[in-house]
């Protein structure tokens, strides 16, 4: 029996294979380029960043900040390489691109105890004792299958169709009322009101609204009926009333009457720090989102933390299927890592191919496969990704994932430099429990 096979060879593909060869384990790396192609790969790097070429921030103020900070303390291999790489580009970490791909192939490529196969995996294969399946967004088709048959296919999503996501402590609750329609459920939406000039003003910038143009891969979404809010609105000035915007069935307590048209906020997360809009799918572009949101009332002054988008994006019900140690459910020596599992972005699917290596690499000496503290970024964003919940909508790291302080402040820039300390605490005392060296 074979050691450890890792499927895809990009970012989160590249660290985990990276992980257990630093550790003695030897790994077959499964990678498809350049024989078959995604749609949005040029080249037949390792790691090749498909789009921006920006990690996003590097102040631990911020999600991605905070996270690219523990993946550092993780010995993560992308970090340390886009370091290296860095073009100037303000507080974000961003970088060039051919020769950041470049030195991680070489790296990897270059390793004794990584064997790199270029070919596309078909089939799991059944001669390995552990399994990472990194194959990202565009996995290939056969592929896809084959993990369908694994997780079943309604717990397999080829695209995403994402509505905003707020921060639930810049809503202003007092533009609206919690309750569900026709008083059933337990309360869980909250309906922000609006009336028929507040309502006329919002639609008429949504229909004007610049959207994102589609990428031609992208185009069978719309075919899979997945409309964004703006073409239905497009369809109609009243579309949206018996739409995503219907008020049928709620009745305001302040009133005593039926609003004119609501949004419904529903909670993203058991805590409920999160808040999505329902029904609000969208192409917009990014500031327009803001822009037109935002004349929501009870949104005025809201926090985007996720905006809204619709692509291709292959990704499991990971709160149906996984552990949260990266592992399947059904079949533990299977594990899962990357843009698959429904975390969203460069950083954060990087950072959970290190987990899986990790993990790997522990059962492979004997112990247990672990997960980091919820109150770190890593460990947040794994906590959300299966705790379980009727369906997932990918995520990016975001502080609304982090419990919690124990004391409360109301400065928002100093209520996340704090958080960010405690994670930072966290996660070396947690290193430190597990006898980890970085590698
Ligand atoms: C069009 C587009 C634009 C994006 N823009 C951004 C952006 O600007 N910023 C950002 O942070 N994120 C962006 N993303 C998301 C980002 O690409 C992912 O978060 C990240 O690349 C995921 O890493 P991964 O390792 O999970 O997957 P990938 O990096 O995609 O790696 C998966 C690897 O698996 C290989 N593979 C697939 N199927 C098989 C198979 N059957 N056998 C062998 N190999 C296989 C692929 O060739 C690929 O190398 C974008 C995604 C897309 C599709």
Request: hydrophobic share 35%.
């Amino acid at each position: 029996m074979k050691k450890v096979a890792v499927i895809g060879a990009g970012l989160a593909g590249s660290e985990a294979a990276y992980r257990l060869a630093k550790e003695g384990i030897k790994v077959d790396l499964y990678e498809m380029r350049p024989k078959k192609m995604t749609p949005a790969h040029r080249t037949d790097r390792f790691a090749e960043i498909v789009c921006s070429n920006s990690f996003g921030s590097f102040e631990i103020g911020t999600g991605s900040g905070l996270l690219k900070e523990e993946m550092k303390l993780l010995g993560s291999l992308v970090i340390k390489v886009a370091e290296e790489f860095k073009v100037p580009a303000g507080a974000a970490l961003a970088v060039d691109r051919e020769k950041f791909s470049k030195r991680i192939t070489e790296i990897l490529e270059g390793h004794p105890n990584i064997n790199v196969i270029r070919e596309e995996v078909k089939r799991i294969p059944e001669d390995y004792e552990y399994i990472i399946i990194a194959t990202g967004p565009l996995t290939s088709e056969e592929l896809s299958k084959e993990i369908e048959k694994l997780t079943g296919s309604e717990h397999l999503y080829f695209y995403d169709a994402i509505a905003p996501t707020v921060d639930a402590e810049t809503v202003d609750f007092s533009k609206g009322f919690w309750g569900d329609r026709y008083g059933k459920g337990s309360g869980d939406y909250f309906n922000c009101v609006l009336t028929e000039e507040e309502y006329e003003i919002f639609y008429n910038e949504l229909i004007r609204g610049e959207q994102v143009p589609l990428k031609d891969f992208e185009k069978a979404v719309y075919f899979e009926g997945c409309l964004p809010v703006e073409e239905i609105a497009r369809r109609g000035k009243e579309t949206l009333l018996y739409g995503p915007m219907k008020p049928v069935g709620l009745v305001d307590p302040r009133t005593g009457k039926r609003p004119f048209a609501v949004v419904q906020l529903r909670k993203e997360n058991r805590e409920g720090t999160l808040l999505s809009l329902v029904g609000f799918q969208t192409k917009l572009k990014y500031p327009e989102q803001k822009r037109i949101f935002r004349l929501i009332p009870a949104l005025r002054n809201a926090t985007f933390v996720r905006l809204g988008s619709i692509h291709r994006n292959t990704f499991i019900q990971s709160q149906k299927v996984l552990l949260p140690t990266l592992q399947l459910k059904k079949k533990p020596n299977i594990l899962f890592a990357g843009q698959i599992t429904g975390v969203e972005g460069y950083a954060a699917s990087s950072a959970t191919g290190i987990l899986a290596g990790l993990n790997v690499s522990r059962m492979l000496q004997g112990l247990n496969p672990v997960v980091p503290p919820k109150t770190t970024m890593l460990g947040g964003l794994i906590n959300y990704i299966t705790t379980p919940k009727e369906e997932l909508q990918p995520m990016n790291p975001n502080f609304a994932l982090l419990p919690p302080l124990d004391k409360k402040i109301k400065d928002k820039r100093r209520r996340k430099e704090e958080k960010a300390k405690r994670a930072l605490s966290d996660m070396k005392k947690w290193l430190d429990e597990l006898h980890t060296v970085p590698v």
